[in-house]
């Protein structure tokens, strides 16, 4: 199924549950976790900092992995089919060993990136739990994490392993760190224990008071909180009208007004290129990479808050 790392704490704590490798193609957090892993493995010191129970596994979707693809072979989205069925597909399968780990865990973080096709501004997000309490916590845990966006959206989304966190109460973030070139290049880089996304689990731990220490780093992270029902469905922002060759015309991280052009697409069979523009003023948070576009893909998505209705 997948490999489950755990490290014992010398002294009672809360089970944290860290995963990455949800979509195959987000290599960067993959690296994360078993560098983490690595670290815990070789550092006695920081191992005997440890409190509760850590569960670390790497690569939950190690089929994805294989095809170098965000979908499991049969073509399904792991982050759409939890809490999945034990008797299912491939990847019904990963998704309820998943969902079975996220429901014995008391706090869950889960790292991603933009994947081969898009560009996430690096963030911190979670649902707009509707407990008061989990909501709390999530937004310590994501603060903590000390990266410059922070991003809550709906709570209503179904089928990830957000909404399984939600319906256990398991307070629980999901991370976005680039994807695309950028993350690619980085990778070559090497991910160290310096990576901001292996201190960043470091500082939830320690918020969450599963590791001792204070959490370090200086961020303030921008806040927002979005609270319309799709919000945070980052597959379906800004869907480009043509299939054909995308050329972005705003960088990631901009701030955006109403109908700014995003992005401009040449339809493959010829004819004038069509161009996206922004439905909202916001921030560019995500930015479609590959020049290769569907009609109905997602050019970029634009966030802003948004009250409660
Ligand atoms: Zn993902």
């Not at 792991?78 to 780990?101: D, F, I, K, N, W």
């Not at 707009?128 to 994501?142: C, G, I, K, S, T």
Request: include cysteine; proline fraction near 6%.
């Amino acid at each position: 199924m997948f490999s489950v790392i755990h490290f014992e704490g010398k002294t009672p704590g809360p089970r944290v549950l860290i995963t990455a490798g949800v979509h195959g193609d987000e290599w960067l957090p993959m690296r994360v976790v078993r560098e983490l892993a690595r670290w815990l493995a070789e550092d006695e010191a920081l191992r005997g900092a440890l409190r509760g129970r850590l569960t670390l596994i790497p690569v939950v979707h190690e089929a994805a992995f294989r095809r170098g693809h965000r979908c499991g072979p049969e073509g399904k989205d792991l982050a759409r089919t939890c809490p999945g069925r034990a008797e299912g597909g491939e990847t019904e399968r990963v998704a309820h060993a998943l969902s079975a780990q996220i429901q014995a865990a008391d706090f869950y973080l889960d790292l991603h990136t933009g994947g081969r096709d898009l560009c996430v501004t690096p963030l911190a997000g979670y649902g707009l739990h509707r407990d008061a309490e989990v909501l709390a916590v999530q937004r310590r845990m994501a603060r903590a994490f000390q990266l410059p966006l922070v991003w809550g959206t709906s709570a209503e989304l179904e089928g990830r392993s957000l909404s399984v966190a939600r319906d256990a109460r398991v307070p629980a973030i999901y991370v976005e760190y680039l994807g695309g070139v950028a993350e690619q290049q980085e990778i070559a880089r090497g991910v160290t224990r310096d990576h901001p996304c292996v201190q960043g689990c470091l500082n939830v731990l320690r918020e969450l008071g599963a590791l001792a220490g204070e959490v370090s780093g200086a961020v303030e992270p921008q806040v927002i909180e979005d609270a319309r029902p799709e919000s945070g469905h980052m597959q379906v922002c800004h869907p480009s009208p043509v299939t054909g060759f995308l050329r972005p015309l705003v960088e990631l991280n901009r701030w955006v007004e109403a109908g700014e052009p995003l992005a401009e697409v040449e339809p493959l069979e010829g004819g004038p290129s069509a161009v996206v523009t922004a439905d909202q003023a916001g921030l560019v948070v995500v930015r479609r990479e590959v020049p290769q576009i569907n009609a109905g893909d997602a050019v970029a998505v634009v966030a802003q808050s948004f009250p409660a209705a």
